[in-house]
C-alpha cells in the first residue's frame, strides 16, 4: 500500500475540512497521514512516503512569515528529484517566496482570486505527459486562482472558466529529476473536495 504524507491547513483553509475530504479520497486504497502543523513534518525521511501532498500556505497567518525554510525546501527537493511525488493543492500554491527552492520545483505559484466564488467550468486538457481521458468536464463553486506558471517547463492538463473572470490554468504536472510533480488550483471546500471528478484528478495524481 502506498503511503501519503500531507500537511494541510491555514487561516483561510481549515484542517479539518482538507483531512475529511483527502481521507475520503483516498483512505480505501492508500495509508493516509495528515499534518496540520509543518512541525510535525519528518522533513528528514520524506522519502519513506510515496506521495507528499502540500495543501498549506507559506503563510499560516495573513501577517505571518514564510514558515518554510530553505533547508526544508531543499528536503522537497531533494525528495522529487529522487524519486518522490509532490502534489500541490489549492493553497499550497499561495505564499510561498516566488524566488526560492520550492518555485523551482513547483513550476507555478498563485497571483490572485476574485473576491467572491463563481460558478467554474473545469475542463481536461489534452496533453502528451499527463492522461486525462477519463475526466470529464464538471462545474464548481470555488476560488478561481489566477496563477503564474512557466509553461515552457510543465504540462497544463486542466483549464477553469468563469463566465465573469475568464479562463485560467487549473493544473499542470512535470517531471522532476526521478520524481513528479503534480499541481491543482481548486479546492477551497469540502463540496469541492467530494465532486466526483476532483477526486478522480487527485487519486490519478497520486497513481501517474
Avoid at 483561510?12 to 512541525?39: C, F, M, P, Q, T
Avoid at 500556505?57 to 495573513?62: A, E, R, T, V
Avoid at 466564488?117 to 481536461?124: A, F, G, N, R
Avoid at 517547463?153 to 512535470?174: C, K, M, P, R
Wanted: hydrophobic share 40%; glycine share 8%; with cysteine.
Amino acid at each position: 500500500m502506498q503511503k501519503i504524507l500531507a500537511l494541510a491547513g491555514d487561516f483561510y483553509h481549515g484542517a479539518d475540512y482538507l483531512r475529511e475530504g483527502l481521507e475520503g479520497i483516498v483512505r480505501d486504497k492508500y495509508s493516509l497521514d495528515i499534518k496540520d502543523n509543518y512541525r510535525e513534518i519528518p522533513w528528514q525521511e520524506l522519502e519513506e512516503y510515496d506521495v507528499f501532498i502540500l495543501a498549506c500556505s507559506g503563510k499560516l497567518n495573513p501577517n505571518d512569515e514564510i514558515w518554510i525554510t530553505t533547508e526544508e525546501e531543499e528536503f522537497i527537493d531533494n525528495y522529487v528529484s529522487s524519486g518522490g511525488k509532490l502534489l500541490v493543492l489549492h493553497c499550497g500554491l499561495a505564499d510561498f517566496s516566488t524566488e526560492g527552492i520550492l518555485r523551482q520545483v513547483v513550476k507555478g505559484h498563485f497571483l490572485e482570486h476574485p473576491e467572491e466564488h463563481p460558478e467554474i467550468l473545469v475542463s481536461p486538457v489534452k496533453n502528451d505527459l499527463f492522461p486525462v481521458e477519463e475526466i470529464e468536464e464538471f462545474k464548481i463553486v470555488d476560488e478561481l486562482y489566477i496563477v503564474d506558471v512557466d509553461l515552457e517547463d510543465t504540462t497544463v492538463f486542466l483549464q477553469a472558466e468563469s463566465e465573469e473572470y475568464g479562463n485560467a490554468i487549473a493544473g499542470w504536472a512535470h517531471q522532476y529529476g526521478q520524481g513528479k510533480v503534480y499541481c491543482l488550483t481548486p479546492g477551497h471546500t469540502l463540496e469541492v473536495l467530494k465532486e466526483e471528478m476532483m477526486a478522480k484528478l487527485i487519486i490519478k495524481g497520486v497513481e501517474w
